[in-house]
């Protein structure tokens, strides 16, 4: 059963390669697609979609992100899936 989510990321998680550590965090599963963006310059989107084990993996990572970050808030919903998602990607 696969699962997708899009989270609202708020902190300082623009200026220190948030985005590039959460590509390389989500390749660690294969099964991940989505993608991650800048929304402003304290908020990142992330958008994952996945089996549920490795979503929730993901999730939790999200919560405290790279060592430079400082992640204040996160907000997560459910989302419906896509079966047209590719990889996971950074998206400008």
């Not at 708020?10 to 991650?36: C, E, I, S, W």
């Not at 490795?54 to 992640?71: M, Q």
């Not at 204040?72 to 590719?86: F, Y």
């Amino acid at each position: 059963m696969i699962t997708a989510y899009i989270a609202t990321i708020k902190g300082r998680v623009t200026g220190v390669g948030f985005r590039y550590y959460t590509m390389r965090k989500a390749q660690k599963y294969p099964d991940l697609k989505g993608y991650v963006r800048n929304v402003s310059e304290v908020c990142v989107e992330v958008l994952v979609q996945g089996e549920p084990e490795h979503v929730e993996l993901f999730l939790d990572w999200l919560k405290i992100g790279p060592s430079y970050a400082c992640v204040r808030d996160l907000k997560v919903n459910q989302i419906p899936i896509n079966e047209s998602r590719g990889s996971f990607r950074i998206k400008y």
